[in-house]
Nanobody, 114 residues
Framework: VQLQASGGGLVQPGGSLRLSCAAS????????MAWYRQAPGKQREYVAQ???????NYADSVKGRFTISRDNTKNTVYLQMNSLKPEDTAVYYC?????????WGQGTLVTVSS
């Protein structure tokens, strides 16, 4: 399984970005796709998850600002990020859990700064 993330960049506080992550290879259902992030000098932390059926879950720090979605026909997960804050600055990684095995993408950098 391979994951390719894209969509990161520089955005001003209060702005928006949309991340995408396409999975390829042996993708079986059910599965769970998720986003994590790692800020400089900090441990990787959970951001949001969506399972095959569409149920979602969010970290408290992003609830109400971020929306995770997926297109099962494309094996792609999205993260719409609104009202971005400087503390959202991090490398964002996508993850897919298939048959109890987790796979990681390469990460995409999001920088929130004026």
């Amino acid at each position: 399984v391979q994951l390719q993330a894209s969509g990161g960049g520089l955005v001003q506080p209060g702005g928006s970005l949309r991340l995408s992550c396409a999975a390829s290879g042996s993708i079986f259902s059910p599965n769970a796709m998720a986003w994590y992030r790692q800020a400089p000098g900090k441990q990787r932390e959970y951001v949001a998850q969506i399972i095959s059926g569409g149920s979602t879950n969010y970290a408290d720090s992003v609830k109400g600002r971020f929306t995770i979605s997926r297109d099962n026909t494309k094996n792609t997960v999205y993260l719409q990020m609104n009202s971005l804050k400087p503390e959202d600055t991090a490398v964002y990684y996508c993850n897919i859990l298939v048959m109890a095995v987790g796979y990681w993408g390469q990460g995409t950098l999001v920088t929130v700064s004026s």
